[in-house]
T-cell receptor, first 116, second 115 residues
Framework: AQSVSQHNHHVILSEAASLELGCNYS??????LFWYVQYPGQHLQLLLKYFSGDPLVKGIKGFEAEFIKSKFSFNLRKPSVQWSDTAEYFC??????????????FGAGTRLAVHP | EAQVTQNPRYLITVTGKKLTVTCSQN?????MSWYRQDPGLGLRQIYY???????DKGDVPEGYKVSRKEKRNFPLILESPSPNQTSLYFC??????????????FGAGSRLTVL
């Protein structure tokens, strides 16, 4: 079965530190990749997505992610975090074959706390 | 404003008492889906619908029912709730493109406690 792994469940950083959140998936075919963010008390919203083309994608609020097909990874990065980045981050993968067109598989999430 | 609206936002109920969580979207999206969010497990799909009268099971459908009689509404029904259905529930919708369901728009969530 397809799965998505997020390596860090909790991350604590100081403001201005760099961030990298890991995401690996188990499906070997064509995928669509997403990062969603859930700020405290709010609903999930899209941070960025990869469908095809340039494997380095840029999203909102200075976030970016790199798709490395050979490593089945889609890690999220930000050069300098802010206190307002405190949130829970979810990686999600959609497999485009094997009936996966409408199934988005989420990782367990990473809680990021940024201290001033 | 384009949005997905869920009600109720908070509910405490008892084992066996049927309940319905409503979900409505105003974006004319074909695709709608229900997820439950549990600590350490992320979001798991319960049911989804590609269009009116078309529904299908997700990864954790046991104990739930859905219906899609109108395009905008996708209620989640718990016929006989049990404590293991205590969770945070999200409804989401999207357009359907050539590669299936697209970017999801999520509702604010419904926190359900079953005693």
């Amino acid at each position: 079965a397809q799965s998505v792994s997020q390596h860090n469940h909790h991350v604590i950083l100081s403001e201005a530190a760099s961030l990298e959140l890991g995401c690996n998936y188990s499906y070997g075919g064509t995928v669509n990749l997403f990062w969603y963010v859930q700020y405290p008390g709010q609903h999930l919203q899209l941070l960025l997505k990869y469908f095809s083309g340039d494997p380095l994608v840029k999203g909102i609020k200075g976030f970016e992610a790199e798709f490395i097909k050979s490593k089945f990874s889609f890690n999220l990065r930000k050069p300098s975090v802010q206190w307002s980045d405190t949130a829970e981050y979810f990686c999600a993968v959609k497999a485009l074959e094997s009936g996966g067109y409408n199934k988005l598989i989420f990782g367990a999430g990473t809680r990021l706390a940024v201290h001033p | 404003e384009a949005q997905v609206t869920q009600n109720p936002r908070y509910l405490i109920t008892v084992t066996g008492k049927k309940l319905t969580v409503t979900c409505s979207q105003n974006m004319n999206h074909e695709y709608m889906s229900w997820y439950r969010q549990d600590p350490g497990l992320g979001l798991r799909q319960i049911y989804y619908s590609m269009n009116v009268e078309v529904t299908d099971k997700g990864d954790v459908p046991e104990g739930y029912k859905v219906s899609r009689k109108e395009k905008r509404n996708f209620p989640l029904i718990l016929e006989s709730p049990s404590p293991n259905q205590t969770s945070l529930y999200f409804c989401a919708s999207s357009l359907v493109g050539s590669s299936g369901a697209n970017v999801l728009t999520f509702g604010a969530g419904s926190r359900l406690t079953v005693l």
